[in-house]
């Protein structure tokens, strides 16, 4: 059991400061090449804050354990709604005001749906995972014109403010990036192995091991990212950072998952975790989308409190089914 333990905090020591090598390799270089900065916050950001939930779930569904897979995926949504939005706002309130960000929280909510659809039979088939990849593609290229075409975004003023602050070498961006990546690579494997040995010396499933400890490890860049935003007054980074993962962990996490290994899934994933990942989506319509207030949204400190009780709830519901 200590050994197993061991694993899992190593692991998600190295994955998290791995991380946070990756994303600022990645934006840096993108930097140097030209990238502009609104796609850079909106797919290298976005992508490498789920680096830790893309390689831990691809290494779960290559060694056969999809419930691992799927629970880090889906717990990872899960955490990023309730605990880091609600924990960020209720330590300052987060303003929405990227036109950009107001348009990406309806597809977050139609891609949730999609997830849905796909998952009430109770199989994520690979022509299901598939689909998924080619919406993820589908988006990526409507981000890529997007960002081409809009200027004086609110999100795209904040990354040009951070890629000023961490201004690299090219040289030292490669290395940054090449050695993140392997080490990515390195503590997820370590942390598969720590969870599912945990896992089975408590008797209790992966995919209850994968919505909670593994989630919430996996989600801490996501959760200093958003901290870290919110203390500059960068609050649409905060915001974005969050919608942005979601829709990674949903179309490239799950549709990497099953693409390499379809599986089943419990009924429970279903009728719990999906309804609450379904409800939490929605949340962010009344709370972000500013329908009080025309052009501005504002996720205050109550809705914060309301979030974040709303993951204690959660977790709750979970360990009352995992040893009740």
Known sequence: MTLFIIAILLGLLLLVWSAERFVEGAASLADHFGM??????????????????????????????????????????????????????LLSPIAVESKILR????????????????????????????????????????SVHTAMQKKGDALEEEVEQELEVREMPLWRSMLSLSGGLVLLVMSSRMLVWGAVGIAGMLG?????????????????????????????????????????????????????????????????????????????????FVFGFGFRKAGTGRINRVEGAVLLSAYVAYTAWLV????G
Do not use: C, W
């Open 204 to 284: 209790v499933s992966s995919l209850i091991i994968g919505l909670t400890v593994v989630a919430v490890g996996t989600s801490l860049p996501e959760l200093a990212t958003s901290l870290v935003a919110v203390r500059k007054g960068e609050h649409d980074l905060a915001f974005g950072n969050v919608l942005g993962s979601n829709l990674f962990n949903t179309l490239i996490v799950v549709g990497a998952a099953g693409s390499i290994h379809p599986f089943h899934v419990g009924p429970e994933l279903f009728s719990r975790d999906m309804l609450v990942m379904s409800v939490l989506t929605a949340s962010l």
């Open 36 to 89: 502009p900065s609104l796609l850079i916050g909106m797919v290298v950001v976005g992508f490498g804050t789920s680096a830790p939930e893309i390689a831990v779930s691809v290494l779960a569904s290559i060694q056969g354990n999809p419930d691992l897979a799927i629970g880090n995926a889906y717990g990872s949504n899960i955490t990023n709604i309730s605990l880091i939005l609600g924990l960020t706002a």
């Open 320 to 323: 009352v089914t995992a040893f």
């Open 103 to 142: 348009k990406e929280l309806p597809v977050l909510a139609a891609v949730t749906l999609l997830a849905v659809l796909q998952l009430q039979d109770g199989y994520l088939s690979r022509a299901d995972a598939l689909v998924l990849l080619l919406v993820f593609a589908l988006l990526l290229a409507l």
